[in-house]
C-alpha cells in the first residue's frame, strides 16, 4: 500500500468494482452485446469527460444511454440536433412574464441541457453557433444566456452521437470541438447471438424493470476517487512519448508516420490518456495504473485527435491502423 492510499481508498475502489458490476448487469437486461461501448461510456463518466460516438441508426445508443440515467439515478435529457435548431433551444431563454400589479419581469427558463445525461443526437445535423452552445457548457459547466451565467448541476456527461452515414447537408465539427471529446466511440453490429437475444427479448409485451444501483452523490465521490489514484512515473513517460510520436513534425515521430499524418494530438490527449487509465484501473479494482490500461483507452482518445492525409486514404490507411502500430512500436522500444 502506497503513502497516497490508504485503507479507505481500497474499500472505496472495491466498492466502486461492485457497484460498475451491478450496472453492468441491470443494463444487460435491456442491452444485448456492446460491452466494450460500455465500458468506454462508464469511464468517460468516472474521468468526468465527454464522449462522441460513431455508429449507424438502430444500435440502441439512446436506449443504452437512458438507461444508464436510469440506473445511476441521473436527469436525462434527449436533443435532437437539426439544421433550425438554435442555441437557446438548448440553453434556455428569457421570457417575459406577467405579475399582480401589472408589473412585468423576465424569467429565465430552463433548456434541456439542464440536466446530468444529456444526449445530443445527430451533432452534426446542426450549424457551428448552436454546436458551439453545447461545447461551451461542456467545458465550463455552465450557460450563459442574456448577461447571466447559470450553474450545471454535477455530475454533468454529454454523450453526442454522429450518422456515418447520409453526410450531405451536415456540418463536421471543427478538429478544436472534437478535442473537447475525452472519447470517440465506434459502435458496431452486435454479434449473431447478441441479435439473437435482441429479436427474442423485445419483440413481446414484457419490459425489464431496471433497479437503481447508484445516486449522483455518490458518482461525484467516485469521480473524485478516480483522480487521486497515483500514476508511475513510467506510465507518464509513455503517454508523453505516444502523443508526441503521432505528431509528424515531432523529432520522436517513426518516419513511415510522416507521410500519413497532416497534425497529431496535442497535450489534451495526454491528459484523458491518463484519466482514462485511472478510471479503467480502478473499474477493474486496482490502485495501480498499468501500461495495459493506457493501451486500453489509446484509440478513444487518440482516433479523432489525427488527421490523416490524402496519401493515408489513398493507401486505406486508418486512424486506428496509426495508433496500433505506434503502441507496437514503443511496446518493443522497452
Known amino acids: 500500500m502506497s503513502h497516497e492510499q490508504t485503507a479507505s481508498d481500497v474499500e472505496a475502489i472495491a466498492e466502486l468494482r461492485e457497484t460498475y458490476g451491478r450496472i453492468r448487469a ?7 452485446g456492446q460491452e466494450d461501448v460500455i465500458e468506454k461510456l462508464m469511464i468517460c463518466i468516472f474521468a468526468r469527460g465527454h464522449a462522441l460516438l460513431m455508429g449507424v441508426p438502430g444500435l440502441a445508443k439512446t436506449l443504452m444511454v437512458h438507461s444508464l440515467a436510469e440506473v445511476m439515478s441521473l436527469d436525462f435529457s434527449r436533443i435532437q440536433f437539426t439544421p433550425d435548431l438554435m442555441p437557446s433551444d438548448i440553453t434556455g431563454t428569457e421570457i417575459l412574464q406577467g405579475a399582480e400589479g401589472g408589473h412585468r419581469s423576465f424569467e429565465f427558463v430552463k ?18 453557433k448552436t454546436q458551439a452552445a453545447l461545447l461551451q457548457a461542456m467545458q465550463e459547466h455552465e450557460v450563459s444566456v442574456v448577461g447571466h451565467t447559470y450553474k450545471l448541476s454535477p455530475p454533468f456527461f454529454v454523450l453526442a452521437t454522429q450518422n456515418p452515414i447520409e453526410q ?12 473537447r471529446f475525452m472519447f470517440f466511440i ?27 444501483v447508484v445516486t449522483g452523490a455518490k458518482i461525484q465521490e467516485y469521480q473524485a476517487l478516480v483522480r487521486k489514484v497515483p500514476v508511475p512515473d513510467h506510465i507518464y513517460e509513455y503517454a508523453v512519448k505516444l502523443v508526441r510520436s503521432a505528431r509528424p513534425e515531432d523529432p520522436t515521430a ?8 497532416s497534425w ?24 495501480l495504473v498499468r501500461k495495459e490500461d493506457v493501451d ?29 502500430k505506434l503502441t507496437e512500436e514503443l511496446e518493443k522500444a522497452k
Open 186 to 212: 465506434k459502435v458496431g453490429y452486435p454479434s449473431y447471438g447478441d441479435e439473437l437475444a435482441i429479436a427474442r427479448t423485445t419483440t413481446g409485451g414484457v419490459k425489464a424493470k431496471l433497479e437503481k
Open 26 to 32: 441491470e443494463l444487460g437486461k435491456v442491452i444485448h
Open 168 to 179: 450531405e447537408g451536415t456540418y463536421p465539427l471543427p478538429e478544436a470541438q472534437l478535442d
Open 296 to 324: 486500453a483507452v489509446a484509440r478513444e482518445v487518440l482516433s479523432h485527435r489525427i488527421l490523416l492525409t490524402f496519401h493515408a486514404e489513398t493507401e486505406g490507411v486508418s486512424n486506428d491502423d496509426v495508433i496500433r
Open 254 to 261: 517513426p518516419a513511415w508516420l510522416k507521410p500519413l499524418v
Open 111 to 128: 433548456g434541456p441541457i439542464f440536466a446530468n445525461i444529456i444526449l445530443a443526437d445527430e451533432i452534426n445535423r446542426t450549424p457551428p
Open 264 to 287: 497529431g494530438p496535442g497535450p489534451r490527449a495526454i491528459q484523458y490518456l491518463i484519466l482514462g487509465a485511472k478510471a479503467r484501473a480502478v473499474l477493474n479494482g486496482s490502485y
